[in-house]
């Protein structure tokens, strides 16, 4: 029997990168498909947020003079000859990278699959800002782009910024009210960016290699929205309806759901009522143009 690494080097097809924005039902949607007979999932390996560190970071973004673009840091440093991961230097590094990662998880594969004759790999990556690196170590890979609507995202991670919130034990912090409207235009530029640069490699990909799915039909009709992703991975549908239903919201303990809870509200729409007319006009003048494209048409609040 080959080594999981082994596997994924001679099937590249078989990984799939649930990529796109934190806060979006990504966890949620990585359980279901691991719950499919042959596949299994990586929980937020932060590939991204080592390859694609923010240029600004978040402190300096805040607190510039105007508003500068966000952007990584490979982005700005990848034609000097002495970063790392130059351009000039890619054919050293590349492989490398490659065989760094595809060793890593294929030893996480063959702890959790290790009976499968041809497992698929899924791995939900938060930091989709390195999406373009990720397709160049894995350019058979496939992509499951999760869309949701920018100012639920922002509305969700609002509450993570809470005492007590699930999010502190990870590194996150309880936002000052003072600071909060910064935080607004920190995270839609982030949920932007991260679109715009996970849309770009969509449009990139063959046909074949690629499946959108919006977060809100996820919820409506989860066992169709999993069979997209089957129909990808050649995987088994015929459990889809069960896999669903097991996971559907309101089977979440009591306990572990709501308000500073990781599984929130999976209500769409929230950010109507729960954020103040400023933070939804800063949303619109930071993410309008983004959601537009992505067809979630800006709702103009009322003036204050």
């Not at 590939?47 to 508003?67: C, D, F, N, V, Y």
């Not at 058979?140 to 502190?168: K, M, P, T």
């Not at 929205?225 to 088994?236: A, T, V």
Request: aromatic content about 8%; glycine content about 6%.
């Amino acid at each position: 029997m080959i080594s999981g690494q082994e596997h994924l080097s001679a099937r590249e097809e078989r990984l799939g990168w649930i990529l796109g924005s934190s806060r979006s039902g990504s966890t949620w949607l990585a359980s279901m498909l691991a719950a499919i007979d042959g596949a299994t999932s990586i929980d937020d390996p932060h590939l991204g947020h080592h390859l694609g560190t923010w240029r600004p970071l978040s402190i300096a973004w805040a607190t510039a003079a105007s508003e500068p673009e966000l952007t990584t840091l490979r982005e700005l440093k990848r034609e000097s000859d002495h970063y790392f991961f130059s351009d000039r230097y890619r054919e050293a590094w590349l492989p490398a990278l490659r065989d760094l990662i595809t060793a890593r998880f294929g030893a996480q594969l063959e702890e959790q699959e290790p009976d499968a004759d041809d497992p698929v790999l899924f791995v939900k990556e938060p930091g989709s800002q390195a999406t373009e690196t990720i397709f160049e170590l894995f350019p058979r890979s496939r992509l499951i782009f999760l869309l949701r609507d920018g100012r639920d995202v922002v509305e969700s991670w609002l509450d993570a910024y809470q005492d007590g919130s699930w999010a502190i034990e990870g590194g996150a912090f309880p936002v000052a009210r003072s600071g909060r409207g910064a935080l607004v235009r920190w995270l839609s530029a982030v949920w932007a960016h991260r679109t715009q640069v996970v849309g770009a490699a969509f449009a990139r990909r063959p046909a074949e290699a690629r499946v959108l799915v919006r977060y809100e039909d996820l919820l409506r009709k989860p066992a169709t929205e999993l069979g997209r992703i089957c129909d990808l991975f050649d995987l088994d549908t015929s459990e889809l309806e069960a896999i669903a239903e097991r996971h559907r919201f309101s089977r979440i303990s009591p306990t572990e759901r709501g308000a500073n809870q990781h599984a929130r509200s999976a209500s769409p729409g929230r950010w109507r009522s729960s954020m103040s007319r400023s933070e939804q006009r800063a949303m619109e003048e930071v993410m309008g143009p983004v959601l537009n494209q992505c067809g979630y048409p800006p709702v103009r609040p009322a003036a204050a």
